[in-house]
Nanobody
Framework: VQLVESGGGLVQAGGSLRLSCAAS????????MGWFRQATGKEREFVAA???????YYEDSVKGRFTISRDNAKNTMYLQMNSLKPEDTAVYYCTVDLQKGRATSFIAGMYDYWGQGTQVTVSS
């Protein structure tokens, strides 16, 4: 299993970025996937998740600004980030839960594989 994130970068506050997570090694349409982020000196925190069914979940601070989606035909997950704020600055990681049927988790330890991360920096 391999997850590769892309799309991070430097953007001004109020701007937008679209992160991608290309997955390989398995058919990921059957599994829940998610995005987490880790700012310098802080713990990794939940951002958004999407179930195999397409149901989505968001951390409160990103609701209405971020949109998670997936293209099962391409084995790719996305995170559209709008109205970015300096506090969104972090390394963003995509992840997959390979336990079929499990309830969506907001805890990093419940996920099985992780990408290498992509840096998102929002300047004020």
């Amino acid at each position: 299993v391999q997850l590769v994130e892309s799309g991070g970068g430097l953007v001004q506050a109020g701007g937008s970025l679209r992160l991608s997570c290309a997955a390989s090694g398995r058919t990921f349409s059957n599994y829940n996937m998610g995005w987490f982020r880790q700012a310098t000196g802080k713990e990794r925190e939940f951002v958004a998740a999407i179930r195999w069914s397409g149901t989505t979940y968001y951390e409160d601070s990103v609701k209405g600004r971020f949109t998670i989606s997936r293209d099962n035909a391409k084995n790719t997950m996305y995170l559209q980030m709008n109205s970015l704020k300096p506090e969104d600055t972090a390394v963003y990681y995509c992840t997959v839960d390979l336990q079929k049927g499990r309830a969506t988790s907001f805890i990093a330890g419940m996920y099985d594989y992780w990408g290498q991360g992509t840096q998102v920096t929002v300047s004020s």
